[in-house]
Nanobody, 121 residues
Framework: QVHLVESGGRLVQAGDSLKLSCVLS????????MGWFRQAPGKERELVAA????????RYSESVKGRFTISRDSAKSTLYLQMNSLNAEDTAVYYC??????????????WGRGTQVTVSS
């Protein structure tokens, strides 16, 4: 059984940086394409960033492109999301997800429980 556990979310000020982590257990990390999603109150869940199994293909939503960076460390079975220049619109619960595919296909099989990021203006 694959488990995903996110961490790193907290209250920050506008303009601050924050790094989220997601640890995968119960599976071979390098077998999965990984993604970060977020859901703000009253809004639908949206894909923030995705990275394929080898790390050589990444995708970002337009709202975070140039500010957020997704990365992965297979030795630690950990996915990261570096978030810079945060603003109030980035406030959301951030979820980590994994899909059993070497490519980004947006069909995720496993989900974490989320970590709250709140940006105060």
């Amino acid at each position: 059984q694959v488990h995903l556990v996110e961490s790193g979310g907290r209250l920050v000020q506008a303009g601050d940086s924050l790094k989220l982590s997601c640890v995968l257990s119960g599976g071979t990390f390098s077998s999965y394409t990984m993604g970060w999603f977020r859901q703000a109150p009253g809004k639908e869940r949206e894909l923030v960033a995705a990275i394929n199994w080898s790390g050589d293909d990444t995708r970002y939503s337009e709202s975070v492109k140039g500010r957020f960076t997704i990365s992965r460390d297979s030795a630690k079975s950990t996915l990261y999301l570096q978030m810079n220049s945060l603003n109030a619109e980035d406030t959301a619960v951030y979820y980590c997800a994994a899909e059993v595919s070497p490519y980004i296909t947006d069909r995720y099989d496993y989900w974490g429980r989320g970590t709250q990021v709140t940006v105060s203006s």
